[in-house]
């Protein structure tokens, strides 16, 4: 049986297709997996690299409570909108700059 370039292309193109619908519907479970009330949950890798901070640094935020988290099957995670808060908190704005030629 021989097929043509033209029949060989758009049976790959329709493979590729059908490959790309399977990686988003993996992308979507795996978001549904990882999230709690609809709300997306972040574990301490996800948290590490997000925030570009230590380990040590992680748990020495948990524990002064300055960022709430949550223990599941003994895995550590925190809802994404609680880290958002943590960032707006501790965010501290640049001084406005005095002019010295006054």
Same mark, same amino acid.
Request: glycine share 2%; hydrophobic share 40%.
């Given at each position: 049986m021989n097929i043509d370039k033209m029949?060989?292309?758009?049976? &790959?193109? =329709?493979? &590729?297709?059908r490959l790309d619908i399977f990686g988003n519907h993996i992308d979507d479970l795996q978001k549904? =997996?990882? !999230?709690i009330d609809g709300e997306e949950l972040l574990d301490n890798q996800d948290l590490l690299? &997000?925030?570009?901070?230590?380990?040590r640094s992680l748990q =020495?935020? =948990?524990?002064?409570?300055?960022?709430?988290y949550y223990t599941i099957s003994g895995k550590l995670y925190y809802k994404l !909108?609680?880290?958002h808060q943590f960032i707006r908190e501790s965010f501290n704005p640049p001084l406005p700059k005095l002019d010295a030629n006054k």
């Open positions: 029949e060989f292309v758009a049976w &790959m193109e =329709r493979i &590729m297709d549904k =997996r990882n !999230s690299q &997000m925030l570009k901070i230590s380990n =020495r935020y =948990r524990s002064i409570g300055k960022l709430p !909108s609680d880290v």
